[in-house]
């Protein structure tokens, strides 16, 4: 099984286009190469797969990447299953868990909400898709100050505080307050739920 993920750029039309999506492409670069991993089309739309027990946690790099950008925030529909067919360019790639994550981007679209998870298993789409929901009441109104803060802290676990407040030019006490309103501890034993409810499949 793999995790699939499709998303589009909320606003992107508002934004500076050569900014966010050489973000996009650093960070994508980081995990994979493109076509083969990777690939962003239509302007603002992309798509990425990886493993599974990874996929909130990439979730999670692109939300406060994309947030951390003046008036931008970002979609993404998680998709876990098969991979039938492996392409050279993933967007050509097929299985259930690309069918999943595609339609799934459609139902959010009109739906109004910006992540959520489609498996084989119903029960646990139920139970991660709540959590999805509340969390994201969080997610979705991260200031860019949070968003930036949050995604050195995904990218780079073993940051300190003290690394932070020299990297943003703040003080630590700066730091330590916006992880605390950002919920950073409850973040990562969500991605720790996450990965035991996938491991279920």
């Not at 100050?145 to 505080?161: G, L, P």
């Amino acid at each position: 099984m793999i995790a699939v993920l499709t998303g589009d750029i909320i606003n992107s039309q508002h934004a500076d286009t050569e900014v966010w999506i050489t973000k996009l492409k650093n960070l994508l670069e980081h995990w994979g190469s493109s076509p083969l991993t990777w690939e962003i089309y239509r302007g603002d739309e992309f798509q990425f797969k990886c493993n599974i027990d990874d996929v909130f946690w990439h979730f999670l790099a692109i939300k406060s990447l994309i947030k951390s950008q003046e008036n931008l925030d970002v979609r993404i529909a998680i998709g876990i299953g098969e991979e039938n067919f492996s392409s050279e360019k993933i967007t050509e790639s097929n299985g259930t868990a690309y069918v999943n994550s595609g339609r799934l981007l459609n139902d959010i679209k009109n739906d109004g909400h910006t992540v959520a998870i489609k498996t084989s298993n119903e029960n646990v789409d139920r139970d991660l898709n709540i959590l999805l929901k509340w969390s994201s009441k969080d997610f979705d109104n991260w200031t860019m100050a949070t968003s930036e803060i949050i995604h050195e802290m995904i990218m780079n676990q073993d940051i300190t505080q003290e690394d932070l407040a020299k990297k943003f030019a703040i003080s630590q006490s700066s730091i330590s307050q916006r992880l605390k309103r950002a919920n950073y501890e409850l973040i990562v034993e969500t991605n720790q739920y996450f990965r035991k409810k996938i491991s279920e499949l």
